[in-house]
């Protein structure tokens, strides 16, 4: 079993920025794919940014152009790089793989508030 562990969170104000890491136990080229997520309480977890195996990203239209999904191999590492916050960025941010998801981890808090 891989566990994922996220860091990175943090209070912020609208229009700054956060890198997100997630750690992976095992080798990140082993899983098809890793995803951050977010959810706000009291709502569905919302899939935003997603890295392939192969490299190949994909975005949620409310992040295109925010948010960039990044990797280092070497360190079974993947980041989201969050770039002009907004208030309703606002979430509990998780990693894991969106075809075959491992035990959920904690997630890291993101607060973007003025």
């Known amino acids: 079993q891989v566990h994922l562990v996220e860091s990175g969170g943090g209070s912020v104000q609208p229009g700054g920025s956060l890198r997100l890491s997630c750690v992976s136990s095992?080798?990140?080229?082993?899983?098809?794919?890793i995803a951050w997520f977010r959810q706000i309480p009291g709502k569905q977890r919302e899939r935003v940014a997603t890295i392939t195996n192969a490299g190949g990203l994909n975005y949620a239209d409310s992040v295109k152009g925010r948010f960039i999904i990044s990797r280092d191999v070497a360190m079974n590492t993947v980041y989201l790089e969050m770039n002009a916050l907004k208030p309703e960025d606002t979430a509990v941010y998780y990693c894991?793989?969106?075809?075959?998801?491992?035990?959920w981890g904690q997630g890291t808090q993101v607060t973007v508030s003025s």
């Open positions: 095992g080798n990140i080229l082993n899983i098809a794919a």
């Open positions: 894991n793989s969106p075809f075959r998801p491992f035990s």
